[in-house]
């Protein structure tokens, strides 16, 4: 971990399906931290799905608007902040992100990744006609990003709780004495 830094939130990032959303909510709760997904920021202040960003403006816009969203979750505290997939494939996302928070990646194999979001139809990623590859390649891409984080926890055998209580401890440990 970088040193002289002020961690004042939390950020989870990692691929879709590894348990940011939900272990976020129980650190977050766990912990007093108000919790922030940013795809669902995206979507509730924009008025539109992700997918429909995509769609009709491309992920270089989508990837702006993440941008903006980083930087302006960098000026508040006692956050956890649930990032979507590819956010941090943008070093400068990960630096201010890493300027105030504690970063921990979940990590989840490719095959239980598909275990926990095959069947779900909102995941843009999975209309493709290879989904499971479509995973390994992209995780495969995104590994040098997610390896970038303060600490990584895998949760492929274990259960949200022992994530959550997992998260929660390096939390403790990255901010005690610095309060």
């Not at 971990?1 to 976020?24: P, Y």
């Not at 202040?45 to 491309?58: N, V």
């Not at 992920?59 to 590819?86: C, N, Y």
């Not at 995973?135 to 984080?149: C, N, S, V």
Request: aromatic residues 6%; positive net charge; contains cysteine.
């Amino acid at each position: 971990m970088q040193t002289g830094r002020h961690i004042v939130n939390l950020a989870l990032i990692g691929f879709m399906g590894t348990g940011k959303t939900s272990v976020g909510k129980l650190v977050a709760e766990q912990l007093h931290l108000e919790f922030l997904d940013t795809d669902e920021l995206i979507q509730s202040r924009t008025g539109r799905t992700i997918a429909d960003i995509f769609a009709k403006e491309g992920e270089p816009m989508f990837r702006a608007l993440e941008r903006q969203l980083v930087d302006e979750l960098s000026h508040r505290t006692k956050l956890l902040i649930s990032t979507g997939g590819g956010l941090p494939t943008n070093l400068e996302n990960l630096a201010k992100l890493k300027s105030h928070a504690l970063v921990i990646c979940l990590w989840s194999s490719p095959e239980k990744i598909w275990e926990r979001v095959g069947h779900q139809s909102h995941r843009p990623l999975l209309h493709d006609a290879n989904p499971q590859k479509k995973i390994r390649d992209l995780l495969a891409a995104r590994e040098p990003f997610y390896k970038q984080a303060d600490v990584l926890v895998n949760t492929d055998i274990r259960s949200l709780r022992e994530v959550a209580q997992q998260v929660a401890l390096q939390f403790k440990l990255a901010t005690r004495d610095k309060k």
